[in-house]
């Protein structure tokens, strides 16, 4: 879920310099790979038994800063260093299955609903 959050400002910036006939096919869309994309990851999930969370590990790291009047006698201060790592989480499976029957029925109505709001888009924006 996380690499989603982390793809949306992307997909904002492309979306800036695609054509309005793009960008509302885009919109019709976004809906359908949202769900698309939440019912793998939980069938994933489900077949492992286990989610993954995405943490961000903080390591402070001694490093020079900056350089003394002296050659070659550099100060050293802290930097954070900052990493992203998956770490296994618990999930109740009896609930993971629910939602995922309750996104596959989403997923049926968009996949129904999608190809007409993309043709009114490319009627909209005839190329």
């Not at 490093?63 to 992203?84: E, F, I, K, L, Q």
């Not at 709001?117 to 009627?123: G, H, K, L, S, T």
Request: glycine share 4%; net charge positive.
């Amino acid at each position: 879920m996380r690499a989603l959050v982390l793809l949306l400002p992307l997909g904002l910036l492309v979306s800036a310099c695609a054509t309005p006939r793009e960008s509302c096919i885009a919109d019709a869309t976004r809906d359908q790979v949202v769900v698309n994309h939440l019912v793998a990851q939980l069938e994933t999930d489900l077949a492992r038994g286990y989610g993954m969370k995405t943490v961000q590990v903080v390591t402070p790291v001694w490093r020079p800063c900056r350089w003394n009047h002296r050659p070659g006698a550099p100060t050293m201060c802290w930097y954070d260093d900052v990493s992203t790592e998956q770490k296994p989480v618990a999930i109740d499976l009896t609930a993971t299955k629910a939602r995922l029957v309750e996104l596959r029925a989403k997923q049926a109505e968009l996949a129904r609903t999608t190809p007409t709001r993309v043709a009114a888009c490319q009627a909209q924006f005839p190329q």
